[in-house]
């Protein structure tokens, strides 16, 4: 019996000794790279993991060139939180993605980007504190040395007119015309949410609104991914539109004409091909489109 727990003592402190040596291990380097590409709660989350992650938080200039600001940070991020965390960056802040950020102002972006004369990429959708006049003076203020934005994302920004978008495709065209550029890259209404801070240049476009040729509003303006309808003489004239004036499928981006028109179990259009091959749902015999597959009810 005396033998078996000094056999049992001894392991438990074989067992401490080897927690303690584990949490002393160091973390990865690949950790420390990683920190570049995460969003602000994320890096405001490793921060907590490890002292050595913390000290790279908060005095390594890094994890701060690129600023993200997602969900849930996004509808407590301030004006003042804003320029304190952008500061970190040291005037050398690159990427300023502010995902609907409802409380942040014109004159907070404009603090900003005075004070990081380098970002190249400007992300601000549905950030509603901002007016139309508040993006054309930071998008100038960013332009006025050799350094231009590779990409501006306003969707959301409310009073946008032609004006402001004559304004900032002024600003930001370089060697080739804005609308040569737009043209080059079309946009497909099923692929609005995939494109990332991150997605390679060559794959965006450098201004994601333009002048619908339907309604002449500034909003998203979508291309048609349809066979048919691209190998028509003009496909431009009667396919590309905003998506009140051409109703578009949710899972295949087409164009859909009113007697095609289908409407899935969770409300959203759909073209009559996609809807056949869609698994449907027993109760209303209906399909669920890509984005709400997670509604589908079987049983």
């Given amino acids: 019996m005396e033998e078996s727990s000094k056999a049992f003592s001894s392991l438990s402190i074989t067992v401490e000794k080897g927690q303690a040596q584990t949490e002393q291990e160091p973390p990865h380097e690949a950790l420390f790279l990683v920190l570049t590409y995460l969003p602000v709660y994320q890096v405001l989350a490793m921060s907590q993991v490890c002292k050595a992650l913390r000290d790279a938080v908060n005095n390594d200039v890094l994890p701060w060139l ?32 502010l995902m609907n950020c409802t409380h942040i ?8 980007v005075e004070q990081n004369p380098l970002i190249n990429k400007l992300h601000i959708p549905a950030c509603t504190g901002i007016t139309a006049e508040g993006v054309t003076r930071a998008v100038q203020t960013l332009c006025q040395r050799s350094n231009c934005l590779s990409t501006l994302r306003i969707n959301g920004i409310y009073n946008l007119q032609k004006e402001h978008l004559d304004m900032l495709a002024m600003n930001l065209r370089k060697n080739v015309p804005l609308e040569e550029q737009q043209m080059q890259k079309p946009n497909y209404y099923h692929k609005r949410g995939s494109f990332t801070v991150f997605s390679r240049e060559e794959n965006q476009r450098i201004i994601d609104l333009e002048t619908c040729p339907k309604c002449f509003e500034v909003t998203m303006v979508y291309d048609c991914p349809k066979v048919e309808c691209m190998k028509r003489e003009k496909p431009q004239v009667q396919c590309r539109g905003c998506k009140f004036c051409i109703p578009r499928c949710e899972n295949c981006g087409g164009c859909v004409g009113s007697e095609e028109e289908e409407e899935a179990a969770c409300a959203d259009i759909l073209c009559l ?11 209303c015999n209906k399909p669920y489109c890509k984005q709400h597959e997670n509604w589908w009810c079987s049983s």
């Fill in 66 to 97: 690129n600023v993200i600001v997602e969900r849930p940070l996004s509808s407590r991020l301030s004006d003042e939180i804003l320029v304190k965390i952008t500061s970190k960056a040291n005037g050398r802040l690159k990427t300023l993605a």
């Fill in 105 to 112: 102002t014109d004159k907070g972006l404009q603090r900003v």
């Fill in 273 to 283: 091909e996609c809807w056949l091959q869609l698994p449907k749902c027993n109760f």
